[in-house]
């Protein structure tokens, strides 16, 4: 068990650029989740992933996101035309999918300044 | 909707006393979970102890207890013997099965030596 990995750990940019942050989750697992978590504040829902197919958006997730997870193992969230508001820090969780429910496992996030 | 409320924005206590962190939450589901992360300085959210809404039993794991009150809808933490490495953000949160989480906005708890 390797954990959630993230990467970038920091991403700084200017207003108007476009980001990519990845995911890697735990092998074994099949759900994947995006939150972003604002300072002093929990962790809000972004989307999820069972496999491939990307089952919840949170109406938080404007035109401007978009999350994919191709082949079902890493996942993809891109942020287009970068915006002040936009700076968080931007967690993943993965978990498996089966009938006991296991709990999600976090990566240590990547943290986005926007310029 | 499902919300969680955390209305200790800030703890602190000594080292080795017992300290209590309230949660109250809202849902309309039957079936659902409870949990409570830790998020130390820098550091990334980890489990400490979840509990399943259809287990009367409080879920207990070492020190890390919760008093679940399900009429109430409420899910408090109780650390006993508490160490220096407690220091964290502590969030609430709730899930109906394999889906988000739902957080509460969390209760900075510091363990002074």
């Known amino acids: 068990d390797t954990g959630v990995s993230q990467d970038p750990r920091h991403k700084i940019t200017k207003r108007g650029q476009n980001v990519t942050f990845r995911c890697d989750p735990i092998s074994e697992h099949n759900r994947l989740y995006w939150y972003r978590q604002t300072l002093g504040q929990g962790p809000e829902f972004l989307t999820y992933?069972?496999?491939?197919?990307?089952?919840?958006k949170s109406r938080l997730l404007s035109d401007r996101f978009s999350a994919e997870r191709p082949k079902g193992s890493f996942s993809t969230l891109e942020i287009q035309r970068t915006e002040q508001g936009d700076s968080a820090m931007y967690l993943c969780?993965?978990?498996?999918?089966?009938?006991?429910?296991?709990?999600?496992?976090f990566g240590d996030g990547t943290r986005l300044s926007i310029l | 909707a499902q919300t969680v409320t955390q209305s200790q924005p800030e703890m602190s206590v000594q080292e080795a006393e017992t300290v209590t962190l309230s949660c109250t939450y809202d849902t309309s589901e039957n079936n659902y979970y409870l949990f409570w992360y830790k998020q130390p300085p820098s550091r990334q959210m980890i489990l400490v102890i979840r509990?399943?809404?259809?287990?009367?039993q409080n879920a207990t794991e070492n020190r890390f207890s919760v008093n679940f009150q399900k009429a109430a809808k409420s899910f408090s933490l109780k650390i006993s013997d508490s160490q220096l490495g407690d220091t964290a953000m502590y969030f609430c949160?709730?899930?109906?099965?394999?889906?988000?989480?739902?957080f509460g906005q969390g209760t900075r708890l510091t363990i002074n030596p």
């Open positions: 509990q399943e809404a259809y287990k009367q």
């Open positions: 949160a709730l899930s109906k099965g394999a889906q988000k989480l739902v």
């Open positions: 992933f069972q496999n491939e197919a990307q089952l919840e």
């Open positions: 969780a993965s978990s498996s999918n089966d009938y006991s429910n296991q709990p999600q496992h």
